[in-house]
């Protein structure tokens, strides 16, 4: 049984920081996948950022240069460092795990990030 627990979410002001924490229990967390959506009021829910077990990472467009996703496999934690915060990044933050295809994804329960202008 997969269990991700999120964590770090809050309120910030543009241009700050925050940094998500996503604690993962069950085996085989080193050479999982593992990312973040988010997903904000009226929106579609959107991959946030990936690493491989390998630590290949992919970022959406939108957060590119600013986000940086990583991963603490001996804690079998994975981050997500937030920097340059604007307001339209204000959304419910999920830390995901990928499944073996065609299941997805496990989730998280989701913490908040609010960014104030």
Do not use: H
């Amino acid at each position: 049984q997969v269990q991700l627990v999120e964590s770090g979410g809050g309120l910030v002001q543009a241009g700050g920081s925050l940094r998500l924490s996503c604690a993962a229990s069950g085996s085989t967390f080193n050479i999982a996948t593992m990312g973040w959506y988010r997903q904000a009021p009226g929106k579609q829910r959107e991959l946030v950022a990936k690493i491989s077990g390998t630590g290949s990472t992919n970022y959406a467009d939108s957060v590119k240069g600013r986000f940086t996703i990583s991963r603490e496999n001996a804690k079998n934690t994975v981050y997500l460092q937030m920097n340059s915060l604007k307001p339209e990044d204000t959304a419910v933050y999920y830390c995901v795990r990928e499944r073996a295809p065609p299941l997805g994804y496990y989730w998280g329960q989701g913490t908040q990030v609010t960014v104030s202008s």
